[in-house]
């Protein structure tokens, strides 16, 4: 499943129409003009992205029908047919922009876009993201050396959430829905096997020595 | 020349043992990266220049060495150094290899994530409040669900001072051979006492540092020891008092390093023989 | 023309259409496909309208261009064909939501959704609680980190709220009645007592040495 969805590029939004509008072969009701109007507008007010189960009890409708309709505003939102995209991000769905505004955005609007992460960011995310729910002497174990200012940073930028208390008391940590927008997941389902990037067994040998 | 003086030339770092140390302590060296056998080669080294063994410099340089290792070894094995102690050496290897492994595989799928991040970098989501007239309509139905201690703890955190850095790793351990000699002096002068009187309630750092304190004492004529039996009980006799000398003192060798062994092993358990 | 387009009821996007498109009869010139999607994603993005000379500007276009860019996307976006509609307001455009959907969206955003504070949002609503009037830099200070988007998620949440202005300009917050009632407090009187989460004694000692 996940190498599959992987193979199918998962960053495209064309994906999550061919994902949405899959179920359309075995009889998706044909959706009423006005639940999909209603879904897009919904779509557009939410500031994170909504489950086909939230949208169907938002729009009075029933989830096959909002399946159908976000089938139909996937094939409209899709890359190259407008500057809106309709993506499956973090288990719902949300419109983004197309990222070939992103020079005019960054001339309008003030705010700068996302700072990069710095590598011990990225090392503590991953691990997180992997190992959820995880506690912070455990990354630091894992890591060799402390992952306390990368952990708070990680905390203040919103990828990373506290998740209650280990048997010895340090706080655990897990990723948030945050995270899955920002770095294009339908879900955590769709990170590769961390044990794809295993060394050889050659690699190993040369580690022993 | 005393320690604190000692040049270091090492890869990562150039300057007096002293600010290494400091630098150490302050994380802004990173200890990870310090290779301990250069220092200790550098040690060596200069002792080969110098022709003669301080026995002061040499032990606070066992005993800050030593800590530097322990603390090295904390930071790349376990967070629970007690727990280290029932490890064969061979499992710690193992566990270290692990380690590594797991740090590797991890430092990889931070790439992916970094590339990942990078794809989605030009990609923007809306973030404009609500329309007024919605915002307006819609009642929260949760009044009083939030817990004021919630407000009072989180300015209590920001009051709190980030804990300072520990130092109990090489502050508990500092002694000095000058210092146990004065102790053992004192003790001397009723003539006669036993080691375990001279080091009760001691840490294992400072019973250590005492042997050699003995071995000091003996070197210079001034006390002389026996022990019975293994694991028995040592007694220290003053030279001058009336005990007569019964020849050559059990483990008296030319080389002061088996003089060492003998009460040390006594003493430190398990391997006296 | 903005004159015209605000006489002919400037709420009504089907106006927004016909005024746009008016010109169009005039010769103006193709929208090439990129600008227009580089303009429907800074009307998506942007929370404010926008003038056409703002969309020239941000998208490096000419402002004919994006005035036939903004009558093709008035045609797209009109009621009764998308959920979405553009609207002309105050001289500048924008989209909102089919007036259709507002039920649903009451439905939808009304419903409590995970509402727990993050760590970095409970410290900045603590400080604007326990300090208000307290500016935006001043919160940063003591936090030592930036409160920006802490801040801007507790203005939505209707937690704080502006409160005039420093002597040195910096905007000034101060907690809202939604925020006494959501933690079930009759004033500010009746805030937790700060010194309760002072350092022990003990722990100062320690700091001392």
């Given at each position: 499943m996940?190498?599959?969805?992987?193979?199918?590029?998962?960053?495209?939004?064309?994906?999550?129409?061919?994902?949405?509008?899959?179920?359309?072969?075995?009889?998706?009701?044909?959706?009423?003009?006005?639940?999909?109007?209603?879904?897009?507008?919904?779509?557009?007010?939410?500031?994170?992205?909504?489950?086909?189960?939230?949208?169907?009890?938002?729009?009075?409708?029933?989830?096959?029908?909002?399946?159908?309709?976000?089938?139909?505003?996937?094939?409209?939102?899709?890359?190259?047919?407008?500057?809106?995209?309709?993506?499956?991000?973090?288990?719902?769905?949300?419109?983004?922009?197309?990222?070939?505004?992103?020079?005019?955005?960054?001339?309008?609007?003030?705010?700068?876009?996302?700072?990069?992460?710095?590598?011990?960011?990225?090392?503590t995310l991953a691990i997180v993201a992997y190992l959820q729910p995880v506690s912070r002497p455990e990354i630091a174990r894992i890591r060799g050396v402390s992952a306390d200012s990368a952990a708070s940073m990680l905390l203040e930028r919103g990828l990373v959430e506290e998740s209650g208390r280990s048997q010895f008391g340090a706080v655990l940590y897990r990723t948030t829905t945050q995270f899955l927008k920002l770095f294009g997941l339908r879900s955590l389902e769709e990170l590769p096997d961390v044990a794809e990037w295993d060394p050889t067994p050659e690699e190993q040998a040369e580690l022993r020595e | 020349m005393t320690l604190p003086a000692l040049d270091l030339d090492l890869e990562i770092f150039s300057g007096p043992f002293d600010l290494l140390l400091a630098l150490v302590l302050r994380e802004e060296v990173d200890l990870l990266e310090l290779e301990l056998a250069d220092v200790v080669l550098a040690y060596l080294d200069h002792l080969e220049g110098r022709g003669e063994l301080d026995l002061e410099t040499a032990t606070e340089f066992i005993v800050l060495i030593a800590a530097l290792l322990e603390l090295k070894s904390r930071l790349m094995l376990a967070d629970d150094g007690?727990?280290?102690?029932?490890?064969?050496?061979?499992?710690?290897?193992?566990?270290?290899?692990?380690?590594?492994?797991?740090?590797?595989?991890?430092?990889?799928?931070?790439?992916?994530?970094?590339?990942?991040?990078?794809?989605?970098?030009?990609?923007?989501?809306?973030?404009?409040?609500?329309?007024?007239?919605?915002?307006?309509?819609?009642?929260?139905?949760?009044?009083?669900?939030?817990?004021?201690?919630?407000?009072?703890?989180?300015?209590?955190?920001?009051?709190?001072?980030?804990?300072?850095?520990?130092?109990?790793?090489?502050?508990?351990?500092?002694?000095?051979?000058?210092?146990?000699?004065?102790?053992?002096?004192?003790?001397?002068?009723?003539?006669?006492?036993?080691?375990?009187?001279?080091?009760?309630?001691?840490?294992?750092?400072?019973?250590?540092?005492?042997?050699?304190?003995?071995?000091?004492?003996?070197?210079?004529?001034?006390?002389?020891?026996?022990?019975?039996?293994?694991?028995?009980?040592i007694a220290v006799h003053a030279v001058a008092a009336a005990t007569p000398w019964r020849g050559t003192p059990p483990g008296a060798h030319p080389n002061g390093h088996k003089q060492a062994s003998e009460p040390l092993r006594a003493r430190t358990g398990g391997l006296a023989g």
């Open positions: 996940r190498a599959t969805s992987r193979e199918a590029e998962p960053e495209d939004a064309e994906s999550v129409a061919a994902v949405a509008s899959a179920p359309a072969i075995e009889g998706l009701p044909e959706p009423d003009s006005v639940t999909v109007r209603v879904i897009e507008a919904l779509l557009f007010l939410a500031p994170d992205p909504l489950s086909p189960q939230e949208l169907a009890d938002a729009a009075a409708a029933d989830e096959l029908t909002v399946i159908a309709a976000l089938a139909e505003l996937a094939e409209r939102y899709a890359p190259g047919r407008s500057g809106i995209h309709l993506r499956e991000l973090g288990g719902g769905f949300t419109f983004s922009s197309d990222p070939l505004a992103e020079d005019a955005a960054r001339r309008l609007l003030s705010r700068p876009r996302a700072s990069a992460l710095t590598p011990a960011q990225a090392e | 007690e727990e280290l102690l029932d490890i064969e050496p061979g499992e710690a290897a193992e566990e270290l290899l692990e380690r590594m492994l797991q740090a590797r595989r991890y430092r990889s799928a931070s790439t992916h994530l970094l590339e990942l991040f990078e794809r989605e970098r030009g990609v923007r989501f809306r973030s404009a409040p609500l329309p007024a007239h919605l915002r307006r309509a819609i009642v929260v139905p949760t009044d009083g669900s939030q817990d004021p201690a919630v407000l009072g703890e989180a300015l209590g955190r920001l009051l709190r001072m980030p804990p300072t850095i520990s130092l109990r790793h090489l502050s508990t351990t500092r002694v000095t051979v000058a210092e146990r000699l004065d102790h053992l002096r004192g003790l001397l002068r009723r003539g006669r006492f036993s080691f375990e009187e001279a080091v009760r309630g001691e840490d294992r750092m400072t019973i250590a540092v005492t042997v050699f304190a003995l071995l000091e004492l003996y070197k210079r004529g001034e006390a002389w020891w026996e022990q019975d039996e293994s694991f028995g009980e």
